[in-house]
């Protein structure tokens, strides 16, 4: 069996919301002016946030592997990964415990 695209059988779900902007009617001072817009707002920023979640489930997994593959050198041989994924996660997801707090 060999490699079957995504043309094959059309556009899946994840495309059709991929570099999509944020809505251009939508007031930050004034949220609840329109309704609509306020809605596709909040889709818009829990959009970006999944794809930041899933960037750091990227980063995770490939730090599980190197630490798998190098064994006791992990420390050396994979610190520039371990750096990036704590770096990454810094206010990353949805819920406000990884945020700094101000």
């Known amino acids: 069996m060999g490699f079957i695209s995504t043309n094959f059988f059309g556009v899946y779900a994840g495309e059709q919301f991929q570099n999509k902007p944020p809505p251009e009617n ?3 001072k004034n ?4 309704p609509v817009a306020a809605l596709k707002q909040r889709d818009f920023v829990v ?3 999944m ?3 899933a960037k750091c489930t ?3 997994d490939q730090l599980q592997e190197c630490y798998r ?3 006791v050198n992990h420390y050396k041989n994979c610190k520039h990964l371990a750096q990036k ?4 996660i ?3 997801g949805v819920h406000r415990i990884n945020h700094d707090s101000a």
Not at 31 to 34: F, G, K, Q, S
Not at 85 to 88: E, G, I, L, T
């Open 47 to 49: 959009r970006e946030k």
């Open 90 to 92: 810094k206010g990353a």
């Open 31 to 34: 949220p609840y002016a329109d």
């Open 51 to 53: 794809v930041e979640v």
């Open 85 to 88: 994924y704590v770096s990454m």
């Open 26 to 28: 939508f007031d930050p």
């Open 58 to 60: 990227v980063v995770r």
């Open 69 to 71: 593959r190098e064994g």
